[in-house]
Each structure stands twice: as C-alpha cells, then as structure tokens.
C-alpha cells in the first residue's frame, strides 16, 4: 500500500515536471520576457544547487555525494555567468509563471526529499534528478531558446545544453549502480 | 685572333673567374657566420623542433579529441567551456591537471600515447597518440 502511495506521488511529480514545457508552449501562457528567461535561468539552476546540497547532508553514497558536489559546482558556476550577463545588460530577472511554477515544484521534492533516509532518499535524489533534469532541457530547448531575443542571453542559454545533457547521462548511470 | 691572344685572353679570364669565386666564398663565410642559430634551425629541415599543439575544451568536449604528436610535443589544453573541467590520465588516474578554472589552460610535455578524461565529468574522454 505504501509503495502505491509513494509511486503514484513519484509519477503525479514527474507527470507535472514533463507537462511544465508543453504548459507553456501553449496559447495561454504568456510570452517571457528576456528578463523573465533570465529570472527562469537563475531559478531552475538554483533549485538544483539546493537538492545538491540536501544529498550532501543525507546520503552516505560517495559516488552520490560526488555527484551532488558537481551539480553544486556546476550549476552555481552558470548562475554566475547568467548574472554577471544580467547585469551587463542592465537587465533585472523578473519573476513569471515559470520560475514561480518551478519554485513551487521545488518545495514540494524537497519536502519530500526531506523526509527519506538512506537508500530511500539515495533513490529519490538520483530519480528526481533524471527526471528534473530532462524537464529542464525540454523547457531551455522549447521554451526558452526560441523566444529569447538577446543574443548573448540567447548564447549562454544554448551553450548550457551540452551540460544538462552531460549531467542527465551522469545522473541515469548513478541510477543504475544504485 | 692569334693564338697567342687567345691565351691571354684565357688567362685573364680564369683568374678572374678564381677572384671573383674567391670573394664570394668569403662574403659566404660571413653571412653565415652573421646568421642567427634559430633562422639557421627553421630553413633547415634537419634541424628538429619541438611543437605546441593546442586542445580547446568547449561544449563538454575535448577538441580534438584524439590528437596525434611526436614526443617530446607539447600539448596545451585551454578551458573555454561554462564551467570547470580538469585533464586526468584514463585509466589509474597517475596524473591530473587539478581544476582548470573557466578561461585557464594547463600544459604538458609528452612523452608516450595515453588516453585521458575529466574526472568531473566522465564521460568527457580524449585521446594523445604519439606517432613514431
């Protein structure tokens, strides 16, 4: 009963992650703003400085906390790129229905990271981060890229493509040794 | 002509032929000498130097990723990517640049074949051949 319970939670989640794109591709949701890409940028990196920074603090898993130290790293390393790029600009990250949704889908993981332990929570880090990780790409990709209109901005976000992909492939195969 | 003449006219010419052959040698022997050792070693193809080749990390990748050299090359890995990347020795990581910060770049003589990686993010792999 109980795996029930956690699988149709999991499921509901990742439903919601992979609906964010086509959400807002569609004719309702309104058109971002460079100040607004930049706000989703910030924010969707910074989310996952924080689930590293959680699995740094619960896991015991060495490859895992490796791992988590590199999405640290990573992503803190682009947050400053898209700010020092921001400021460049003179352009202030405004907050919007994307970076509000994913703000809110955050808090909800990391309630839920927050409340495993051990091989539990290594398996709910390490699937959350496939599945956001795929979210994020799909929505930089479909979303973000097309409507940016300043080309360094426009640069920047098409240059951290490889990454993500690179990181989602680190992330199925630390969930496959798990 | 006479035949006489003929021989002058012979004799003249060789020694002027000797003299100004002569001349020349020396003028040779100076220019050499005045010639600095390293325009010396680059027209001359029996004279070896040494390369610096050089490998772009962007994109996480390696470009090229397989580079072939000749030992005693050296190879320069510069970090144009978004974020850090390091230069580690595949398999038994014996060696590694530590972290290349976004913008540095790390060398290192070569002196066999060997296959490397970034150990932060593995799957990122390149290759050095050193042809013989």
């Known amino acids: ?3 029930i319970k956690i699988t149709s939670v999991a499921l509901l989640f ?11 591709q569609d004719q309702s949701t309104p058109t971002l703003t460079d100040p607004e890409i930049a706000s989703v940028a910030v924010t969707a990196n910074q989310i996952d400085v924080d689930y590293g920074k959680i699995a740094l603090e619960k896991s015991q898993n060495e490859e895992l906390k490796k791992f988590a130290q590199t999405m640290i790293d990573d992503h ?10 921001a400021t460049k600009l003179g352009v202030t990250p405004k907050d919007n229905a994307v970076s509000k949704s ?30 956001y990780h795929t979210a994020v790409i799909s929505t930089i990709k479909d979303v973000l890229i097309p409507q940016t209109q300043n080309a360094e901005l426009k640069d920047l976000l098409q240059s951290v493509m490889p ?13 496959s040794n798990l | 002509m006479k035949t006489g003449n003929v021989w002058k006219v012979l004799s003249l010419s060789v020694i ?5 052959s002569n001349l020349s040698f020396v003028e040779s022997q100076k220019l050499l000498a005045s010639t600095p050792l390293s325009s010396f070693a680059t027209i001359n193809p029996c004279v070896w130097k040494n390369t610096k080749h050089t490998v772009i990390i962007k994109g996480m990748a390696f470009d090229p990723a397989e580079l072939h050299v000749h030992k005693g090359d050296t190879i320069v890995w510069i970090n144009k990517d978004i974020v850090p990347h390091n230069i580690t020795v595949f ?22 074949t060997f296959d490397y990686y970034c150990s932060i993010h593995p799957t990122m792999k390149g290759k050095i051949i050193v042809d013989p």
């Open chain 1, 163 to 175: 990454l993500l992909e690179h990181h989602l492939e680190m992330a199925k195969t630390a969930q």
């Open chain 1, 14 to 24: 990742v439903a919601a992650l992979f609906s964010m794109p086509l959400m807002a």
């Open chain 2, 91 to 112: 398999p038994g990581d014996e060696w590694t640049s530590g972290t290349m910060d976004l913008g540095s770049s790390w060398e290192k003589s070569i002196s066999k």
């Open chain 2, 16 to 20: 002027a032929f000797l003299l100004l």
């Open chain 1, 102 to 131: 994913l703000m809110d889908g955050a808090d909800k993981t990391k309630m839920n990271l927050e409340s495993k332990e051990g091989e539990d929570f290594d398996k709910a880090y390490i699937d959350n981060e496939v599945s």
């Open chain 1, 1 to 3: 009963m109980k795996t």
């Open chain 1, 76 to 85: 803190n390393s682009i947050i400053d790129q898209a700010v020092a790029l």
